[in-house]
């Protein structure tokens, strides 16, 4: 074993990934090729584990105006105008450092939304640690919703939504998935693709350091085992105020038509972005690494072309125009300079000052990474373990405070609180006031619901079901405030693909996620995956997390989940057969283990229908999706937020064949929970089940049933405050 | 009615206040180099981050060119209205007492809440209703916005009717002294809040009381 | 160019609450004794002239009405 090949392993790759690079290249690449190909052929860079299965997935559709393969996805809202969005993680930097993983993750999906020519209008994210009486676990999500908080915040882009939950497997790899929505005139929109022979390549944004250098093949492609903190050097730092500038001057250089392309540097900085451009297009990129402008003195060939560095975007200008880009840049006080050439080489080459110092082609380096296939086997029984923390012998009322308390369940507000969800005044549903963030869009006469879901113990249960329920639980949120799905994005959070259970998990999960998708015909114009995250105690739930945009004609219309009157009648819609498999409560008690029903998501899909007419209509005075904690929590949180209490009895639910406890707390897809008008409610073949008003919730489920105190409700969901800062 | 809204770098609510102030005027973007605030009828210095709140929040913006030309406008008796960073400005400028500080909490907090403004409407918060809504619900939305001044400062303030708006009772977000959510200057023409007026003007988005504000200060410029 | 620091701080009786959150945190952390944590700023620059620098605290990098600050030669010259 020579020096060489030990080299090309500490950077992730197999021997005979490294003998492919030698073929495709007719000879041993250097130092900064040999880089370069390590980042690019990370699982992060290429998803070599997962680019087969994610052909599964359905993308095409009437609506869609950029798919997969671009910076974001986009969908048609009207009137000449498209809506982008994408979600992406940055799960491995953010259980590193924790602020800045987390505000870069911010800052990341920004760019990607507005190198398309989107402008950012508002940002949601989905968390997940390990269980709260953790300290670690209370210091990254302390440490990641201050980080989220501080670029979003900073930037001006409101936060209007997203979930935070807390499970055990997550407690070595936290999961940080940042969601950004965007608008653009579908005209101005731009795409990737670098073109035009002798066009100039021009860097712009913020200056080169060592900001991540092998961010991507050492943190991505890897477990994370003892001895991290030695990884801190190659967490990137956010800076909110320059992306602010870098937007509107990417904003107004599009505006202008200055740009040919525009691509944003992310994972592997430079070389994945020329790279990508240059492959999109067809083309060959020159790239003189001595005209970057540097923060650090002395940085070598490879450093600054695999740089992290932050806040950066890449143009192709044509020549005649460089100057004026260069002046806009200055204008808005961020850096710019031509750095390169597109050129008709096919091959992507570095040069430092005009000599050669790496010479790759652009196939080889961006599309020749070997795909793996998996060797998935279906695990024998329940992997994750259990814990008990609550007793079975607990009353239904004192179960029902118990999950209210429980973090996974509980009002996020102490979260929430620290984001700007306000400013654009585009927000008419904030945070917590609807199941789906809700904005208004008056370049199209109309508004977008949006709304980011997933369940990674329920996946956990079963891969197929679990998978299926995280699309629907997303179409119910948006049913109702009224909202027909548009588009889905999606971000696969999984384990070590190499191993036989994870692998398992994401084959399934993947098929799952086209099977919904092609019955509800929402495509997947876009999304992520990130792999490997396993610590010394095994793999995380497999959680697939899913985003998903509509339009509603009338923001007016959009239905909050608080009751609004008393004297409302209440109703339960949809085909829900709850059960306690998976379920929060089954997880308290200790008790969790495989299975899960299948979902009827044709009968889920016309329930969505029903409410979402019915919102349209203006008939429903509030409607609220049966999620975790089951229905009993459902109607506690309707009942919470309004300050009025219920008066329930769940013998039509009983009467489908479930127990009390199922019932009560029993959870899965296709529920729904109404108030409003009798006659209203009737009239959309709701089973009426109770009605509106007074202090106490009280609910009449056989020998399980309860009343609790309204005021008791209210403090046990908003318990998080005082549980996150336990010190 | 024209308004001007400053823009820094940095600077994000500045849209919002230019939809704001049209609903009650004519209304312009002023960039931060510009010093020629020929034309205009009032200032709005907006929320958002100038400069990235480095330094101190405010500090660098207080510099620019054309806050130069609003002292000026200032001294000469033109209406000036500062929100949430337009407040830390005009205090790092000296065209208000006090200064804005972290939170008590040491978060950024964003919440609609109560505002009481002292514009001599009667406010009787415990015995029914006044024909009057006393109170304006407004959204806050800061990470330093806990006014402070010295005790002697703050008792001037009291005496000479400077404080402008308070938190209700209960609603302080950010430990602010007395409850103090924005104040005037001693002619009364440049007042500052932390809580951002311009979000709620819409009945879509929030609540319309947000306007009362923009009008008292068109009023105060009508006075002239 | 000669070297100067200035350190910055809140002044004295001015609630701290950045000092009181890392003072409140540093038992949990294995640390005890610690007592009366103020957090302030630090800039560091190389400067020309060394007697403008109590002009530039004044007006820049501190807020006199709030903060306290102290300059610092780095070279030992002047």
């Given at each position: 074993?020579?020096?060489e090949?030990a080299k090309?392993?500490?950077?992730?790759?197999?021997?005979?990934?490294?003998e492919?690079?030698v073929?495709k290249?007719?000879?041993?690449?250097?130092?900064?090729?040999l880089?370069m190909f390590?980042?690019?052929?990370?699982?992060h860079?290429?998803?070599?584990h997962s680019?087969?299965?994610l052909r599964?997935?359905?993308?095409?559709?009437?609506?869609?105006?950029?798919?997969?393969?671009?910076?974001?996805?986009?969908v048609?809202?009207g009137n000449g105008?498209?809506i982008?969005f994408?979600v992406?993680?940055h799960?491995?930097?953010?259980?590193?450092?924790?602020?800045?993983?987390?505000?870069?993750?911010?800052?990341?999906?920004?760019?990607d939304?507005?190198?398309?020519?989107?402008?950012?209008i508002?940002?949601l994210?989905?968390?997940?640690?390990g269980?709260?009486?953790?300290?670690?676990s209370r210091?990254?999500?302390?440490?990641?919703?201050?980080?989220?908080g501080?670029y979003?915040?900073s930037?001006?882009?409101?936060?209007?939504?997203g979930e935070i939950?807390?499970?055990?497997?997550?407690?070595?790899?936290c999961?940080?998935?940042?969601?950004?929505v965007?608008?653009?005139?579908?005209e101005d929109?731009?795409?990737?693709?670098?073109?035009g022979?002798?066009?100039?390549v021009?860097l712009?944004?913020?200056s080169?350091?060592?900001?991540?250098?092998?961010g991507?093949?050492v943190?991505?492609?890897?477990?994370?085992?003892?001895?991290?903190?030695?990884?801190r050097?190659?967490?990137?730092?956010?800076?909110p105020?320059?992306?602010?500038?870098v937007?509107?001057c990417c904003?107004?250089l599009?505006?202008?038509?200055?740009l040919v392309?525009?691509?944003?540097?992310?994972?592997?900085?430079?070389?994945s972005s020329?790279g990508?451009?240059?492959s999109a297009?067809?083309?060959?990129i020159d790239?003189?690494v001595a005209?970057?402008?540097?923060?650090?003195?002395?940085m070598?060939?490879?450093?600054?072309?695999v740089?992290?560095?932050q806040?950066?975007?890449?143009g192709?200008v044509?020549?005649?125009?460089?100057?004026?880009v260069?002046a806009?840049c200055?204008k808005?006080?961020?850096?710019a300079?031509?750095i390169?050439?597109?050129?008709d080489s096919?091959?992507?080459?570095?040069l430092?000052?005009?000599?050669?110092?790496?010479?790759?082609?652009?196939?080889?380096?961006?599309?020749?990474?070997p795909l793996?296939?998996?060797?998935?086997?279906?695990?024998a029984?329940?992997?994750?373990?259990?814990?008990a923390?609550?007793?079975?012998d607990?009353?239904?009322?004192e179960?029902?405070?118990?999950?209210?308390?429980?973090?996974?369940?509980?009002?996020k507000?102490?979260?929430?609180?620290?984001?700007d969800s306000v400013?654009?005044?585009?927000?008419?549903?904030?945070?917590?006031s609807?199941d789906?963030?809700v904005?208004?869009?008056?370049?199209?006469?109309?508004?977008?619901?949006?709304s980011i879901?997933?369940n990674g113990?329920?996946?956990?249960?079963?891969?197929?079901?679990g998978?299926?329920?995280?699309v629907?639980e997303c179409?119910q949120?948006l049913?109702?405030?009224?909202?027909e799905?548009?588009g889905?994005?999606?971000?696969l959070?999984f384990?070590?693909?190499?191993?036989?259970?994870?692998?398992?998990?994401?084959d399934?999960a993947?098929?799952a996620?086209?099977e919904?998708?092609e019955a509800?015909?929402?495509?997947?114009v876009?999304?992520n995956v990130s792999?490997?995250?396993?610590?010394?105690?095994?793999p995380i739930?497999p959680?697939?997390?899913v985003?998903?945009?509509?339009e509603?004609?009338?923001?007016?219309?959009?239905?909050?989940?608080?009751f609004?009157?008393?004297g409302?009648?209440?109703?339960?819609?949809g085909?829900?057969e709850?059960?306690?498999?998976?379920?929060?409560?089954?997880k308290?008690?200790g008790?969790?283990?495989?299975?899960?029903?299948q979902?009827?998501?044709?009968a889920v899909?016309a329930a969505?229908?029903t409410?979402?007419?019915?919102?349209r209509a203006?008939k429903?005075s509030?409607?609220?999706?049966?999620?975790?904690?089951?229905?009993a929590?459902a109607?506690?949180e309707?009942a919470i937020a309004?300050?009025i209490?219920?008066?329930?009895?769940?013998q039509?639910?009983?009467?489908?064949?479930?127990s009390?406890d199922?019932?009560?707390f029993g959870e899965g897809p296709?529920?729904?929970?109404?108030?409003?008008?009798?006659e209203a409610l009737?009239?959309?073949?709701?089973t009426l089940?109770g009605?509106?008003g007074?202090?106490?919730?009280e609910?009449a489920a056989g020998?399980?049933?309860?009343?609790v105190?309204?005021?008791?409700a209210?403090?046990?969901?908003?318990?998080?405050?005082?549980?996150?800062?336990?010190? | 009615?024209?308004?001007?809204v400053?823009?820094?770098?940095?600077?994000?609510?500045?849209?919002d206040?230019?939809?704001?102030?049209s609903?009650?005027?004519?209304?312009?973007?002023l960039?931060h180099?510009?010093r020629?605030?020929?034309?205009?009828?009032?200032?709005v210095?907006?929320g958002g981050?100038?400069?990235?709140d480095?330094?101190?929040?405010?500090?660098?913006?207080r510099?620019?060119?054309?806050?130069?030309?609003?002292?000026?406008?200032?001294a000469?008796g033109?209406p000036?209205?500062?929100?949430?960073n337009?407040?830390?400005v005009?205090?790092?400028?000296?065209l208000?007492?006090g200064?804005l500080?972290l939170?008590?909490?040491?978060?950024?907090?964003?919440?609609?809440?109560d505002l009481i403004?002292?514009?001599?409407?009667q406010?009787?918060?415990?015995?029914?209703?006044s024909?009057r809504r006393?109170?304006?619900?407004?959204?806050?939305?800061h990470?330093e916005g806990?006014f402070?001044a010295p005790?002697?400062?703050?008792d001037?303030?009291e005496?000479?009717?400077?404080?402008a708006y308070?938190y209700?009772p209960?609603?302080n977000?950010?430990?602010?002294?007395?409850d103090?959510?924005?104040?005037r200057?001693?002619?009364?023409n440049?007042?500052?809040l932390?809580?951002?007026p311009?979000?709620?003007?819409?009945p879509?988005t929030?609540?319309t009381?947000?306007?009362?504000v923009?009008?008292?200060?068109?009023?105060?410029?009508a006075?002239? | 160019?000669?070297?100067a620091?200035?350190?910055?701080r809140?002044k004295?009786g001015?609630?701290?609450?950045?000092?009181?959150?890392?003072?409140?945190?540093l038992p949990?952390?294995?640390f005890e004794?610690?007592?009366?944590?103020?957090?302030?700023?630090?800039?560091?620059?190389d400067v020309?002239d060394?007697a403008r620098?109590g002009e530039?605290?004044e007006?820049?990098?501190?807020?006199?009405?709030i903060?306290?600050?102290?300059?610092e030669q780095?070279?030992?010259?002047?």
């Amino acid at each position: 074993m020579t020096v060489e090949t030990a080299k090309h392993r500490e950077l992730g790759l197999t021997d005979s990934e490294f003998e492919l690079i030698v073929e495709k290249l007719g000879r041993e690449p250097n130092d900064v090729e040999l880089a370069m190909f390590s980042l690019l052929w990370s699982e992060h860079c290429a998803y070599k584990h997962s680019r087969k299965l994610l052909r599964r997935l359905p993308t095409e559709g009437e609506r869609v105006v950029m798919g997969p393969g671009e910076n974001a996805g986009a969908v048609d809202i009207g009137n000449g105008h498209a809506i982008a969005f994408k979600v992406e993680s940055h799960n491995h930097p953010s259980a590193v450092e924790p602020f800045q993983g987390a505000a870069t993750g911010v800052g990341g999906i920004l760019r990607d939304v507005f190198a398309l020519g989107a402008r950012p209008i508002a940002i949601l994210d989905s968390l997940r640690f390990g269980e709260l009486d953790s300290v670690r676990s209370r210091h990254l999500l302390d440490g990641a919703v201050r980080g989220i908080g501080h670029y979003g915040n900073s930037i001006g882009v409101p936060n209007v939504g997203g979930e935070i939950y807390f499970e055990a497997p997550y407690e070595h790899n936290c999961l940080v998935n940042a969601m950004c929505v965007g608008i653009a005139r579908t005209e101005d929109m731009v795409r990737a693709a670098a073109a035009g022979v002798g066009n100039a390549v021009v860097l712009m944004g913020a200056s080169t350091g060592r900001d991540g250098i092998g961010g991507a093949s050492v943190l991505a492609s890897a477990e994370l085992g003892e001895g991290d903190d030695a990884k801190r050097p190659t967490v990137q730092i956010g800076d909110p105020f320059e992306e602010s500038k870098v937007l509107e001057c990417c904003l107004e250089l599009l505006g202008k038509g200055l740009l040919v392309s525009l691509q944003d540097l992310g994972a592997a900085g430079l070389t994945s972005s020329a790279g990508e451009m240059a492959s999109a297009g067809g083309v060959g990129i020159d790239l003189d690494v001595a005209r970057v402008p540097l923060r650090e003195a002395d940085m070598e060939p490879f450093e600054i072309m695999v740089s992290e560095s932050q806040e950066r975007m890449l143009g192709v200008v044509e020549p005649a125009k460089v100057a004026e880009v260069i002046a806009v840049c200055a204008k808005w006080q961020t850096g710019a300079a031509e750095i390169g050439v597109v050129t008709d080489s096919g091959r992507v080459r570095v040069l430092r000052d005009g000599e050669v110092v790496g010479d790759m082609p652009v196939e080889a380096l961006v599309d020749g990474c070997p795909l793996y296939d998996l060797s998935p086997a279906e695990p024998a029984g329940w992997m994750y373990g259990n814990r008990a923390t609550v007793s079975r012998d607990a009353t239904s009322g004192e179960t029902l405070l118990d999950l209210l308390g429980s973090p996974s369940v509980a009002s996020k507000r102490w979260a929430f609180e620290q984001y700007d969800s306000v400013v654009g005044s585009r927000t008419v549903r904030r945070p917590e006031s609807a199941d789906a963030a809700v904005l208004q869009v008056p370049e199209a006469g109309n508004a977008i619901a949006v709304s980011i879901d997933g369940n990674g113990r329920r996946v956990a249960c079963d891969p197929y079901a679990g998978t299926i329920e995280a699309v629907l639980e997303c179409a119910q949120n948006l049913a109702c405030v009224g909202a027909e799905p548009l588009g889905l994005t999606n971000c696969l959070n999984f384990g070590n693909p190499e191993k036989l259970a994870p692998a398992w998990q994401l084959d399934r999960a993947v098929s799952a996620l086209a099977e919904a998708c092609e019955a509800l015909g929402v495509p997947v114009v876009g999304g992520n995956v990130s792999l490997y995250n396993e610590g010394p105690e095994g793999p995380i739930y497999p959680t697939p997390v899913v985003g998903m945009v509509g339009e509603l004609p009338d923001p007016a219309r959009a239905c909050g989940s608080a009751f609004l009157h008393e004297g409302d009648a209440i109703a339960l819609l949809g085909p829900f057969e709850p059960s306690l498999a998976g379920a929060e409560l089954t997880k308290l008690r200790g008790e969790l283990d495989t299975g899960l029903p299948q979902p009827d998501v044709a009968a889920v899909a016309a329930a969505c229908a029903t409410v979402r007419e019915a919102v349209r209509a203006g008939k429903l005075s509030s409607a609220h999706d049966v999620s975790d904690g089951g229905f009993a929590c459902a109607l506690a949180e309707s009942a919470i937020a309004a300050g009025i209490g219920c008066r329930v009895d769940l013998q039509p639910l009983r009467e489908r064949g479930c127990s009390p406890d199922e019932a009560l707390f029993g959870e899965g897809p296709g529920g729904f929970l109404l108030s409003g008008s009798r006659e209203a409610l009737e009239s959309l073949g709701a089973t009426l089940i109770g009605e509106t008003g007074g202090t106490t919730i009280e609910v009449a489920a056989g020998d399980r049933s309860f009343t609790v105190d309204l005021g008791a409700a209210e403090s046990a969901w908003h318990s998080l405050s005082e549980r996150v800062s336990e010190v | 009615m024209r308004w001007g809204v400053l823009q820094f770098p940095g600077s994000c609510d500045e849209r919002d206040a230019l939809h704001a102030c049209s609903l009650v005027g004519d209304a312009r973007l002023l960039w931060h180099e510009e010093r020629d605030l020929e034309g205009i009828d009032a200032v709005v210095v907006p929320g958002g981050f100038s400069y990235g709140d480095y330094l101190r929040a405010g500090a660098i913006a207080r510099f620019s060119p054309a806050m130069e030309a609003v002292a000026g406008f200032a001294a000469a008796g033109g209406p000036v209205l500062g929100i949430c960073n337009g407040f830390q400005v005009l205090c790092e400028a000296g065209l208000l007492p006090g200064a804005l500080l972290l939170n008590e909490s040491t978060r950024f907090t964003c919440r609609q809440l109560d505002l009481i403004p002292a514009d001599g409407t009667q406010i009787d918060l415990y015995r029914g209703k006044s024909s009057r809504r006393p109170t304006l619900s407004i959204p806050a939305k800061h990470g330093e916005g806990r006014f402070w001044a010295p005790d002697e400062v703050l008792d001037r303030l009291e005496e000479n009717g400077q404080v402008a708006y308070r938190y209700a009772p209960g609603q302080n977000p950010n430990g602010s002294a007395r409850d103090i959510a924005g104040v005037r200057n001693e002619a009364g023409n440049v007042v500052g809040l932390m809580p951002h007026p311009e979000h709620a003007v819409d009945p879509l988005t929030g609540s319309t009381d947000g306007l009362r504000v923009f009008e008292a200060v068109a009023a105060a410029g009508a006075r002239r | 160019m000669p070297r100067a620091r200035v350190l910055i701080r809140p002044k004295e009786g001015i609630l701290d609450p950045q000092g009181k959150a890392v003072e409140r945190a540093l038992p949990a952390l294995g640390f005890e004794g610690i007592e009366h944590v103020h957090v302030g700023r630090m800039v560091e620059l190389d400067v020309e002239d060394p007697a403008r620098l109590g002009e530039l605290c004044e007006k820049l990098l501190a807020n006199p009405l709030i903060e306290d600050y102290e300059i610092e030669q780095l070279d030992g010259a002047g």
